[in-house]
């Protein structure tokens, strides 16, 4: 049966991979790249691969079954930024199968982390601003985006259903769009800790949604009111970290929403403190 993941499964599932996380030193020279992958299912006599590692910096394939009924595609990047997407069709009724279903799963894990201007082990708040889009076509298809810090959430969104769910350190928010600038968000973070980053994009086309695509795409860049001096931004090898190229409308909704969290992050914000708070 096929099933997007929804918000709760999103967590434990990152979750239980941000426990790799103690393994890595917070002033690592080289972050590694957790996963990179993509998996398909056709219908009829398939001639789709169940998994596809990515190779390199890209992957953009298209498959179609023998029959002609669907084809699924699956693209990712990770220059000028992280940004992943699947798109899959198939055709209303065939003759070999009254109810033709595709899906295409394209998933990358990664690290960030913000170097600080003191030693490794001291932590200071740092306000970021999340910048890309997310977007899901309809109730078939799902895009997910979290950042978790030793098992702990700390921003999400997640798009299925015909709206996004977004939590923003604690603060849990829905808009009633599956498609969503999510440019503006602030996020208080600290320095010298490994941030893991999960980027899912899935959809699943059959007789009644004959197409349908997700993606995700995000960059960061840190706050103006923020004086950056002598911090910088750290990813795993090959992940860039510029402005994408493609742009989303932005839901009426949202800037009120990125404001509210803004004054949210501010809150307790001071340039150069250390943090109270110890990653668990």
């Keep these: 049966m096929y099933t997007i993941l929804g918000t709760r499964g999103f967590f434990a599932a990152a979750a239980a991979a941000a426990l790799t996380l103690t393994s890595i030193p917070a002033n690592a020279s080289s972050l590694p790249l957790l996963s990179w992958d993509a998996s398909f299912i056709c219908a009829g006599p398939s001639s789709c691969p169940t998994t596809l590692p990515f190779t390199g910096g890209t992957l953009s394939t298209s498959y179609t079954d023998n029959s002609g009924v669907s084809n699924v595609t699956g693209t990712g990047f990770v220059s000028p930024n992280p940004s992943i997407s699947s798109t ?7 003759v070999s199968d009254p109810n033709p279903t595709a899906q295409a799963s394209i998933n990358l894990s990664y690290y960030m982390l913000i170097s600080g201007p003191g030693a490794p082990t001291e932590h200071d708040a740092v306000l970021v601003d999340y910048h890309g889009n997310i977007s899901a076509s309809n109730f078939s298809a799902g895009a997910s985006v979290q950042i978790t810090l030793n098992s702990i959430p700390v921003f999400s969104a997640n798009s299925n259903n015909g709206s996004t769910t977004i939590y923003n350190n604690g603060v849990i928010s829905t808009v009633g769009n599956g498609t969503v ?6 996020l208080s973070l600290f320095s010298n800790y490994a941030y893991l980053i999960q980027l899912n994009a899935n959809s699943f086309a059959d007789a009644l949604n004959s197409s349908t695509s997700a993606s995700v795409d ?9 004086d950056s001096t002598g911090f910088s931004f750290q990813f795993s090898d090959t992940i860039g970290n ?6 989303t409308p932005l839901p009426a909704a949202l800037p009120l929403f990125a404001t509210g969290l803004g004054g949210l992050s501010l809150f307790g914000l001071r340039r150069r403190k250390k943090a109270a708070a110890q990653a668990a």
């Design 181 to 186: 600038d999510l440019t503006g968000t602030q």
């Design 88 to 94: 899959t069709t198939t055709t209303d009724t065939h």
């Design 218 to 226: 995000p960059w960061m860049s840190f706050d103006s009111l923020f």
């Design 242 to 247: 510029s402005p994408s190229t493609s742009g």
